[in-house]
């Protein structure tokens, strides 16, 4: 079985599904994480293979949602999701049981324990609005630690788990801050636009996810159809002046304002630098939005580099910009 939404083929020298905290722990105790390289895999929907890993990957397994407390003045609600549990049966569960704040994420491939740690995001909403804590295992002692949100060191797809502290704690899960009271965060303007197309001023948490699932797969690849990892790119951030520059260049060119300069939005970049439904190899660009690299049968990791390098190279020599690697390459 392959275990990447890529589907690219990949091997390593040892391959362990960890279903509850005590094998971890024993894992750690044998030393099997201190003798060679790990890599805890989630759903495989970030990750390029390209070639035999030289080490463990732990493939994490371990399930259980549960409502740990509510609070009837504010109608928070804290719930607790294992690492290993898939993310968005996590939304849908919570959709089921009237717990609200997670449905702008719906439909997002991947596991529950790799959201904190990349810190997904889409249409207006990031893992870290509505995490409260994470628990993770120490990955030389089995020490037990709780992580509080502001501990966890937010950052446009990334966190400390991914930063300062990579590969010192395992994910094992996570806890949210969601509500009794359904708010609908609307903000995103492709989102606001859909439902208005929809006729939903007043959506249900159901029609808000479904709308946002609609959204996500109308422009993007679905893994059991089209292997890819997502969005392959991160969206560069440029200073103002840089921004202005390009402005006067490319007076269409899509950007956001943020606290130190201007987010670009890479696939503009990669789309105006003529690669948007191109190949190379057995790898290709989506035809539907350039920030997805495909695999069209076959496909090997190295192939799927070499397109990424060569994307890179161009939007570097026609904006200055650098394209920064979302998907990781193991």
């Known amino acids: 079985m392959i275990y990447n939404t890529f589907g690219i083929p990949a091997t390593a020298d040892h391959y362990i599904e960890v279903t509850d905290r005590q094998q971890l722990l024993d894992l750690i105790a044998q030393g099997t994480l201190s003798s060679a390289p790990f890599f805890v895999l989630g759903g495989g929907s970030n990750v390029v293979f390209t070639g035999h890993y030289h080490g463990t990957i732990l493939h994490l397994e371990n399930k259980g949602i549960h409502l740990l407390s509510t609070d009837s003045t504010s109608g928070t609600l804290l719930v607790e999701a294992a690492a290993g549990e898939q993310w ?110 929809a006729g939903l001023v007043h959506p249900t948490a159901r029609q808000l996810a479904d709308i946002v699932a609609s959204l996500r797969w109308s422009k993007l690849p679905r893994p059991d159809e089209t292997g890819s990892a997502g969005s392959f790119f991160k969206n560069p951030i440029v200073t103002p002046q840089h921004y202005e520059q390009l402005k006067t260049h490319h007076p269409d060119i899509v950007a956001y304002p943020v606290a130190d300069g201007y987010k670009l939005a890479a696939g503009w970049l990669i789309e105006h630098a003529g690669w948007k439904g191109r190949t190379l190899g057995r790898c290709g660009v989506y035809e539907k939005q350039a920030l997805v690299l495909v695999n069209l049968g076959g496909c090997s990791g190295s192939e799927v580099i070499a397109l990424a390098d060569a994307i890179t190279a161009d939007v570097k020599r026609l904006y200055g910009v650098t394209l920064e690697k979302e998907a990781i390459i193991i």
């Open 88 to 197: 968005d049966a996590f939304v849908q569960h919570s959709i089921n049981n009237s717990w609200h704040g997670a449905e702008n994420l719906a439909a997002i491939p991947g596991t529950v324990g790799a959201a904190p740690v990349q810190n997904v995001g889409a249409y207006g909403l990031e893992a870290k609005d509505i995490i409260h804590s994470v628990r993770a295992i120490h990955t030389a002692t089995g020490q037990e630690k709780v992580f509080t949100n502001a501990e966890c060191q937010f950052g446009y797809r990334s966190s400390i788990f991914k930063q300062s502290l990579q590969g010192q704690y395992i994910v094992w899960s996570v806890t949210f801050r969601l509500s009794s009271t359904f708010t609908p965060q609307v903000n995103y303007k492709a989102l606001s636009d859909a439902l208005s197309a």
